[in-house]
């Protein structure tokens, strides 16, 4: 792999991954090739607990912008948050027909419908096994197995070559919906010749095979003999297949099923309407009429296993939910694991529903979770039946990217130069069959702030910090324009700095202070102000508030 | 378990834990007898990531501050943070003799040292083994392993009967200082009939034995054989177990040991010559001299295994570490587990590590670290040995405590009504054998920040997250004090909110606002201002920052 500064001509095949944070190439992955542009996923991440105020992110995808007019398709890999949440946004910029399989499609017009954007886009559905051309590339969509149904890899075909992409992906062989991967697909590519593999590198640091999705029956199954009780079961609202699982499980016990939440309900809605659910007509009650059944004839599926505070979970556990609460008896199945960042909230909603009363069923205390990502084995399984000249580990933090590759190295003997471990950013360019590392774009993140998209940087990011930490005291004075004395005691606010009720000590000194400077001030009097009272209050608190001096 | 008032009789001994955020009992535990008081432990906790702004939190111990001369000692059961860590603050509120073991004593005078409070506390050294009469407690000091040496169990002893805490502890049958727990003293006291045991729960839902610390050796010798240049150690600084394991890889290998950090150094050193690290007189060099040999010939033992941006490891990731940089070649171990919260840190210092070309290994890639604390067989072993009536279960989250009692009840046997699963400050009282909730006394915790212990509450906590969210917009009138026209455009002062620099016509749009609302004031213009903005500002941004308006 040589470093080579070189246009985009016309035989090069240009790969650049995008994303947010952490992660590389999770989000948004674009192709360029021959003047056209391919973009794959169009996901968004969740900030992280420093990120204050911000509401979400996308990729940045500005480079694009110029280039506006060479998008030519948008193909969509999965129905999960951070392979779609950001197509409102990459709409605005790009209003190009959207592939996905029905599934997906159908999660992509629930949101875009909240967004009042379902008629403006122009989705297409593809099945897996479907071939579609998407300007100069030709797109080949393979079924895998993920923790959502309905999800694809791809192959993509232009002169230069064929490159495959896992998106997220798991090798299940009893997956919910009977249906496995497509492994016979990813073959034929080996037979054809893969010039390059982006492979999910998620679970690179977990060893062994990720468990079927079936390995959570028999703890549901438990759960539901033993709860004598209300069931609630809490997991993502696009996590069909364990809705699924659930549903099942209800079946079996003789419980009724009712859906609790907007998204829950909504998605539920679809999936059942498109049989990617497959429930039986007397199973599923509105939550009007579950409330009012015996408790041991019911079971409640509900958002909020991320512990997210307006989530239904999120509400059961602050005691906040209007329509109903968490009693002794319930029990509660979080069936998801945290997202990296929400430890602390998850673990905070599970010991507020234990002294609820509450009994609480999560990993590890039972099987009622597993990753929908491949492990080691399934990786090096992966490589050795695609069979790619050259391996971009993507879908996984710095970390994890080096580990695929090590993993590649070890296990399936791909040697180190055919394997490129790149940042957000770090365009690949395959020309005459062989990689190299080209220029880098901007491939940073976007902050999502209310009605703001960008705005929001490190200045405001840092400012935000520091009131966070030890807030501000503002300083309004009113002094004779002539001779500089203060007309009246000088007016303080603050806020985030100390607790009032107890300061009136530190504000009466704080006044003082602020006197003798007026008095003795022999010109700026703001700046000297603002340099005394810095010291003043760092002396007497150890803190450092943002001060403001005004002088009227 | 009967629910009774009850005053504090002479024959009645009571039992509070207190600690700080979702552990229980975990910092101090306060025991009450015949009008003396005894206090076992003085931790802090570390701010959960919404906690912001402060630096530590303290258990509140208020409610003992009416019976402050009844305070007859301390004992600290080991060197740990959380079981250390405001021994300056309870001093100041009660300077009563200080028990604990040589390592524990040495570590709480480098502390103390650092607050300028080493005169002025009364320290007392006892070994394991040893009893102490305090008050009216008999004290036996039993030894117990886990990530630290010289840890101690309790034994204590009162009228009312033989109560046995466990401190933090692991069941390890070849520890680094091959020095295992004591489980004769154990035996001996179940042979005297234990009335209660508070045992630990941190590790509740992990199934099996803790392994041993020694499984990390094979670890740590495959990373010094696979090392090329330089092998950089992170682990906490008073895991003293651990520093010695590395110098006993770097003899091994024939590298040489520096300390990185004041606290690592300090705590060395008192190890070294308290006889607890174990090191030949010509293993350890200054880090100067270890920066100016042969990367392959050091090993530097650093802080900053959680990521914190001021440790050396925190720097390092960061590229403000003043002495050295990580470089290509450099291998770093992290020889810890991410404190819950803190994982989002630790993820980012490992992928900046990497982006600088160091090799990171860290759990679960290998070996190189384990708990300090019991897992579910170990917990039963210790309930079959000690044998007590009843059981408190402590040091956990309160899902912790719910799964050891689960625990103990279906695998030795316990029964539900000799369980107490409690919360901080819910006081137990034992009166003839028999064990009764009590009265619920203040049992959470208090705020650390700068010089400020206590004085920020919900309230101050409150402001500082609106204006993490949102920041704040500030707005000075200079009004005719007769006509109430504005004399001056309105001046606006924002941090936080937006970014000024491309936010010009926002603001523009504000001061027309506020001309508007100004000229049809009709009487309280103030908080019409203030209104108004609020709307105005949420309609153009969708943020509600903290609104101000000040008329002069």
Same mark, same amino acid.
Request: with cysteine.
């Given at each position: 792999?040589?470093?080579?500064?070189?246009?985009?001509?016309g035989?090069?095949?240009?790969?650049?991954? &995008?994303g947010?944070?952490?992660?590389?190439?999770?989000?948004?992955?674009?192709f360029?090739?021959?003047?056209?542009?391919?973009?794959v996923?169009t996901?968004?991440m969740?900030?992280?607990?420093?990120?204050?105020?911000?509401?979400?992110?996308?990729?940045?995808?500005q480079?694009?912008?110029?280039?506006?007019?060479?998008?030519k398709?948008i193909?969509?890999?999965?129905?999960h948050?951070?392979?779609?949440?950001?197509i409102y946004?990459?709409?605005?910029?790009f209003?190009?027909?959207?592939?996905?399989?029905?599934?997906?499609?159908?999660?992509?017009?629930?949101?875009?419908?909240?967004?009042g954007?379902?008629?403006?886009?122009r989705?297409?559905?593809?099945?897996a096994?479907?071939?579609?051309?998407?300007?100069?590339?030709?797109?080949e969509?393979?079924?895998?197995c993920h923790?959502i149904?309905?999800?694809?890899?791809?192959g993509?075909t232009?002169?230069?070559?064929?490159?495959?992409?896992?998106?997220?992906?798991?090798?299940d062989h009893?997956?919910?919906?009977?249906?496995?991967?497509?492994?016979?697909k990813?073959?034929?590519?080996a037979?054809?010749?893969?010039?390059?593999?982006?492979?999910?590198?998620?679970?690179?640091d977990?060893?062994?095979?990720?468990?079927?999705?079936?390995?959570?029956?028999?703890?549901?199954?438990?759960?539901f003999?033993?709860?004598?009780?209300?069931i609630l079961v809490?997991?993502?609202?696009?996590?069909?297949?364990?809705?699924?699982?659930?549903?099942?499980?209800?079946e079996r016990?003789?419980?009724?099923?009712a859906?609790?939440?907007?998204?829950?309900?909504?998605?539920?809605?679809?999936?059942?309407?498109?049989g990617?659910?497959?429930?039986s007509?007397?199973l599923?009650?509105?939550?009007?009429?579950?409330?009012?059944?015996?408790?041991?004839?019911?079971?409640?599926?509900?958002?909020?296993?991320?512990?997210?505070?307006?989530?239904?979970?999120?509400?059961?556990?602050?005691g906040?939910?209007?329509?109903?609460?968490?009693?002794?008896?319930d029990?509660?199945?979080?069936?998801?694991?945290?997202i990296?960042?929400?430890?602390e909230?998850v673990?905070?909603?599970?010991n507020?529903?234990?002294?609820?009363?509450?009994?609480?069923?999560?990993?590890?205390?039972?099987?009622?979770h597993?990753?929908?990502?491949?492990?080691?084995?399934?990786m090096?399984?992966m &490589?050795?039946?695609v069979?790619?000249?050259?391996l971009?580990?993507v879908?996984g933090?710095?970390?994890?990217?080096?580990?695929?590759?090590?993993?590649a190295?070890?296990?399936?003997?791909?040697?180190?130069?055919?394997?490129?471990?790149i940042e957000?950013?770090?365009a690949l360019e395959?020309r005459?069959?062989?990689m190299?590392?080209?220029?880098?774009?901007?491939?940073?993140y976007?902050?999502?702030?209310?009605?703001?998209?960008?705005?929001?940087?490190p200045?405001?990011?840092?400012?935000?910090?520091?009131?966070?930490?030890?807030g501000?005291?503002?300083?309004?004075?009113?002094?004779?324009?002539?001779s500089?004395?203060? &007309?009246?005691?000088?007016?303080?606010?603050?806020?985030?700095?100390?607790?009032?009720?107890?300061?009136?000590?530190?504000?009466?000194?704080?006044?003082?202070?602020?006197?003798?400077?007026?008095?003795?001030?022999?010109?700026?009097?703001?700046?000297?102000?603002?340099?005394?009272?810095?010291?003043?209050?760092?002396?007497?608190?150890?803190?450092?508030?943002?001060?403001?001096?005004?002088?009227?």
């Amino acid at each position: 792999m040589r470093k080579k500064n070189s246009k985009n001509k016309g035989e090069t095949l240009r790969i650049v991954p &995008l994303g947010g944070l952490g992660e590389i190439g999770k989000n948004m992955t674009v192709f360029e090739y021959g003047g056209d542009i391919l973009i794959v996923d169009t996901g968004i991440m969740f900030p992280e607990n420093d990120m204050l105020g911000i509401d979400y992110i996308i990729p940045d995808f500005q480079y694009l912008m110029d280039k506006r007019d060479q998008v030519k398709g948008i193909v969509i890999t999965h129905g999960h948050e951070d392979h779609t949440g950001a197509i409102y946004h990459v709409l605005e910029a790009f209003n190009v027909p959207i592939y996905a399989t029905p599934l997906t499609r159908g999660l992509l017009e629930v949101k875009l419908a909240r967004a009042g954007a379902q008629k403006k886009a122009r989705l297409q559905t593809v099945n897996a096994g479907d071939t579609v051309q998407i300007g100069k590339f030709k797109v080949e969509f393979c079924h895998v197995c993920h923790s959502i149904p309905d999800g694809v890899a791809l192959g993509i075909t232009t002169p230069a070559g064929l490159v495959v992409h896992t998106g997220d992906y798991k090798l299940d062989h009893t997956p919910v919906d009977n249906w496995p991967t497509d492994y016979a697909k990813l073959a034929e590519f080996a037979g054809r010749g893969v010039l390059a593999l982006l492979a999910d590198s998620t679970n690179a640091d977990r060893p062994g095979w990720t468990p079927s999705e079936r390995v959570i029956d028999p703890a549901f199954d438990k759960v539901f003999e033993e709860a004598e009780g209300r069931i609630l079961v809490a997991t993502f609202a696009s996590l069909i297949s364990r809705i699924q699982q659930v549903a099942e499980a209800a079946e079996r016990h003789g419980r009724k099923m009712a859906f609790v939440g907007t998204s829950m309900r909504e998605n539920a809605k679809m999936a059942i309407q498109l049989g990617y659910l497959k429930v039986s007509s007397d199973l599923v009650v509105p939550i009007d009429d579950a409330l009012k059944m015996k408790p041991r004839d019911v079971v409640l599926m509900c958002t909020g296993s991320q512990g997210e505070p307006s989530s239904i979970m999120g509400r059961l556990a602050a005691g906040t939910n209007r329509q109903f609460d968490v009693i002794p008896g319930d029990t509660v199945v979080l069936s998801s694991h945290p997202i990296p960042g929400n430890e602390e909230t998850v673990s905070r909603v599970i010991n507020r529903l234990f002294q609820r009363g509450a009994k609480v069923i999560y990993d590890p205390i039972a099987a009622v979770h597993v990753s929908g990502h491949a492990s080691q084995d399934e990786m090096v399984f992966m &490589l050795n039946l695609v069979k790619p000249k050259y391996l971009v580990p993507v879908h996984g933090e710095l970390r994890h990217l080096h580990q695929h590759a090590a993993l590649a190295q070890q296990s399936a003997g791909l040697p180190a130069e055919r394997i490129a471990v790149i940042e957000n950013g770090q365009a690949l360019e395959f020309r005459n069959g062989e990689m190299h590392l080209a220029e880098r774009v901007p491939g940073g993140y976007v902050f999502v702030d209310g009605s703001g998209v960008g705005d929001i940087g490190p200045s405001v990011m840092r400012e935000r910090e520091a009131l966070a930490r030890d807030g501000f005291i503002f300083v309004n004075l009113k002094t004779d324009a002539s001779s500089g004395r203060l &007309l009246e005691e000088p007016e303080i606010i603050t806020r985030g700095f100390v607790y009032l009720r107890d300061s009136e000590q530190l504000m009466a000194e704080t006044r003082r202070q602020i006197e003798k400077v007026v008095a003795r001030s022999n010109g700026n009097l703001q700046s000297e102000l603002e340099h005394n009272l810095r010291n003043f209050l760092f002396e007497a608190t150890r803190r450092r508030p943002m001060i403001f001096v005004v002088i009227n």
